[in-house]
């Protein structure tokens, strides 16, 4: 998740060889031998173990009116069976943050957050997050940027958050890292005592040894990643690609397929491809067959067919292609003039850090330039809405919708995709096209797979999407649909804790003595991560 707030409002594919070993979702990850030989141990029972969730961005409830998409609805979820802790940033700047988090209390959910200062803010989260981990790990060595001080305040930042949420902690705690703002929560922590399991979770996608090391700082952020006992990925290509880097820099040696020793300390690595609420989502599209913004849409249609794409302002979406290739299909089809409109949702995102406001500026002139070259007086070919569309609408417009484009450049899943097709009248349900580089086309692999980069195929895509018989698309959507049922969000979540709770005592080294200062057992010696 490029940030849970972004996510949560309102809210390469492998072979196929290889897909049919794996159909769906479950993590595969060698067994690991105990290291001692002895009988794994766990601590207390999962049940006794609370729960605690970092990420960027937290959902506290405000005035009980918390719109939740289905990822905070499943991370919540997880928290009530247990009792939790969902800690991180509170969204907000303030001069002088006090040290302390500020406390919510709702039900068995205590949410606890941190203010940033400017400098932290600009640092940590525009500057290093935003500017080196982000396009880094989306294959845009192009639009890095390194600067020193934003890596300092990267550091520091996790530090100050381990520090704060160290306080808070219980020695049975099992704490779930979210995304790439954290990746040295686990080192900053282990530094401070904590011997608790500790899982990781990349939402983005994690690139090959020659893209990933143009990061600054590459071994010391690989290195620290060390400290997690389970570190999971949307794709086995993602998790493949990490444990290329770790062998590459000489940190520890692969021990199997998911399994990595560092010094004594062994290591998960995993794919646990997110999912979505299928159901619930497509009961809320039919609902909203008779939402009034759905409705509005299909009127000012007429009897044109509509295109979607959904998705944050971003480069990494592929917007600037899109656009192009539906532009090409255009003059390639000159039939479907006037017969089709493709609208473009696209709320603003990041508009503080530089790249995005120059990216914001070309994709208006590029609608408005296709507009002006290809539309008519009684004809607007793209609709482009720099809007956040309540999900319920969404899910209306996608269900009335005769395709859904979603051509990321790339992207670590795309839930957009899935939701599209969750949306779809089964008797006659639109056609996805789905760009063969976001983590999604693993397992819809169904939809029109395209290369974004190609427009004039992505173009002819939309073509043959607009002229497939009724049974094709029914087939592909049946089988999209099964592979979606078989791994929700729910399932997702349920996976990656039983992974991370199933992690061996002896392999996290809880052999530890009781320290008062904090609410969690240390060693007699700090270990370095
Ligand atoms: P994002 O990059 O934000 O997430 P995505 O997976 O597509 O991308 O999720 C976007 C969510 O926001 C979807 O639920 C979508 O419905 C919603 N959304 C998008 N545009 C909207 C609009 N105009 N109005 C309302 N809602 C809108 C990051 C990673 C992804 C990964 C997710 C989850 O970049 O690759 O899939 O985290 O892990």
């Known amino acids: 998740m490029a940030d849970i707030a972004e996510v949560t409002q309102d809210l390469p594919p492998t072979a196929a060889a290889s897909r049919a070993e794996e159909p769906n979702t479950v993590p ?5 031998p105990s290291r001692s ?7 207390c029972p999962a049940s006794q173990q609370r729960l605690v969730v970092v990420s960027n961005r937290v959902p506290v409830p405000k005035d009980g009116s918390n719109k939740a998409g289905g990822l905070t609805v499943a991370l919540e979820g997880a928290l009530k069976q247990s009792g939790g802790l969902w800690f991180g940033w509170s969204g907000e700047t ?3 943050p006090p040290g302390e988090a500020k406390m919510v209390q709702s039900g068995n959910i205590t949410f606890a957050v941190l203010d940033l200062t400017k400098q932290d803010y600009d640092e940590y989260y525009a500057g290093f997050a935003n500017r080196a981990l982000w396009p880094v790990c989306h294959y845009r060595l192009d639009l890095v940027q390194i600067e020193r001080h934003e890596l300092d305040g990267y550091f520091r930042v996790n530090h100050a958050f381990a520090a704060s949420l160290a306080l808070l902690l219980r020695p049975n705690d099992v704490i779930w890292v979210h995304d790439y703002h954290f990746i040295p929560l686990a080192s900053e922590l282990r530094k401070l005592g904590c011997k608790n399991r500790i899982g990781f979770f990349l939402h983005i996608p994690w ?6 090391s143009a990061l600054p700082a590459y071994g010391r952020l690989l290195s620290s990643f060390g400290a997690y006992d389970l570190v999971g990925f949307h794709t086995p290509q993602d998790a493949e690609n990490f444990q290329q880097c770790l062998t590459r820099e000489n940190i520890g040696s692969s021990v199997g397929p998911g399994e990595h020793q560092i010094d004594s300390h062994r290591m998960r690595i995993g794919a646990f491809p997110v999912g979505i609420d299928i159901d619930t989502f497509g009961k809320m599209a039919a609902a909203a067959e008779d939402n009034a913004l759905v409705r509005r849409t299909l009127t000012s249609l007429g009897n044109r067919d509509l295109i979607i794409g959904v998705d ?14 539906f532009s090409c299909f255009i003059k390639s089809n000159p039939d479907f003039r006037n017969r089709v409109t493709y609208i473009q949702i696209t709320p603003k995102s990041r508009s503080d850090v530089p790249e995005y406001q120059q990216m914001q500026r070309e994709i208006a002139e590029q609608a408005g330039w296709t507009n002006g070259s290809l539309g008519e007086v009684d004809w607007t070919p793209v609709r482009y809405v720099n809007r956040t569309v309540g999900h319920s609408a969404l899910a209306g417009l996608y269900r009335m919708s005769r395709i859904g ?9 795309n839930l957009v995709a899935k939701e599209f097709v969750a949306a779809q009248r089964p008797e006659d349900p639109g056609v996805l096209i789905l760009s063969r580089f976001a983590g999604a086309a693993h397992e ?8 974004p980069y190609d427009t004039e195929a992505c173009g002819a895509a939309i073509a ?3 002229q497939m018989p009724i049974e094709e698309r029914r087939e592909r959507w049946a089988t999209m649909m099964e592979r979606l049922r078989s791994n929700t969000v729910q399932a997702w979540c349920q996976g990656f804790l039983a992974s991370l709770r199933s992690v061996s005592v002896e392999s996290t080294g809880l052999f530890i003595e009781h320290d008062t200062r904090t609410n969690w057992s240390v060693p007699p010696e700090t270990p370095s991560p």
Do not use: W
Request: glycine share 6%; charged share 35%; net charge positive.
């Open 405 to 413: 484009l979603v051509t990321p450049l790339r992207d670590g899943m």
């Open 207 to 212: 690139p090959p040894p020659d893209v990933a």
């Open 444 to 451: 819809l692999d169904c939809a029109i797979l395209v290369n």
């Open 312 to 325: 944050r302002l971003d480069y990494s979406k592929g917007l600037k292609q899109r656009i192009e290739a």
């Open 94 to 96: 303030v001069e002088n």
């Open 28 to 32: 595969r990850m060698a067994k690991s």
């Open 37 to 43: 030989g002895r009988e794994r141990r766990q601590v």
């Open 464 to 466: 043959r999407a607009l």
